[in-house]
């Protein structure tokens, strides 16, 4: 069981705009920048977000990251078939000195 | 641009030891702010954090692993290595090597990840 939790699911439509949501703790979101990954099927890891909300060079700005207290968002918008994977949020917690993932949320372009 | 690759063997007996190598280019693990992770993920389940080796040879291990594992700057400058001992068949997983660069806190580029089963 992940300390920072996702919902295991979420869907959209093409086009439409969709958020995942991501809760942790004061000693993880609450004190530490959040980072979002997606991870396409049988692919590695690609990181999305950093420090909340930034878009490395080269990702979509359709991508776009938020923080409020424990927890934290990543909006996409304009929603597409390839923007079908799995999303991980991640942050470092202070308590227990280690980098904490969430448990993923499934991304389905119905 | 920043490359890392994993490399071990694809299966491993119970008890056994698990030694993976991440040769990596475009940065050097000894420049400052620069370090080296390992990630693994059991099939069809979430990412796992395991360790992580900082430019100033600090390192850090998750808490529930920490007596089993190892990480290390390999004699070669760019390949850093990760040692598991006393393997189980829940130790089977893609294992990840990342990158953290000196603007981030967590990985910003990840290798291909290298499938171990551990079976006997």
């Known amino acids: 069981q992940s300390v920072l939790t996702q919902p295991p699911s979420a869907s959209g439509t093409p086009g439409q705009r969709v958020s995942i949501s991501c809760s942790g703790s004061n000693s993880n979101i609450g004190s530490n920048y959040v980072y979002w990954y997606q991870q396409l099927p049988g692919t590695a890891p690609k990181l999305l977000i950093y420090?909340?909300?930034q878009r490395p060079s080269g990702v979509s700005d359709r991508f776009s990251g938020s923080k409020s207290g424990t927890s934290a968002s990543l909006a996409i918008s304009g929603l597409r078939s390839e923007d079908e994977a799995d999303y991980y949020c991640?942050?470092?917690?202070?308590?227990?000195?280690?980098?904490?993932f969430g448990g993923g949320t499934k991304l389905t372009v119905l | 641009q920043i490359t890392l690759k994993e490399s071990g063997p694809t299966v491993v007996k119970p008890t056994q030891t698990l030694t993976l190598t991440c040769t990596f280019s475009?940065?050097?693990?000894?420049?400052?702010?620069?370090?080296v992770g390992w990630i693994r993920q059991p099939p069809g389940k979430a990412l796992e954090w395991l360790a992580i080796?900082?430019?100033?040879?600090?390192?850090r291990y998750r808490p529930s692993l920490k007596s089993r594992l190892t990480i290390a700057k390999a004699a070669s400058q760019n390949q850093v290595v990760l040692v598991m001992a006393n393997v189980d068949p829940l130790d089977t997983a893609t294992y990840y090597c990342?990158?953290?660069?000196?603007?981030?806190?967590?990985?910003?580029?990840w290798g291909q990840g290298a499938l171990v089963s551990v079976s006997s």
């Open positions: 475009g940065f050097s693990v000894s420049a400052v702010g620069e370090a």
């Open positions: 991640a942050a470092w917690d202070d308590s227990l000195s280690t980098v904490l």
């Open positions: 080796l900082y430019w100033d040879d600090d390192k």
């Open positions: 420090s909340n909300d």
């Open positions: 990342a990158h953290k660069g000196p603007q981030v806190v967590l990985f910003d580029s």
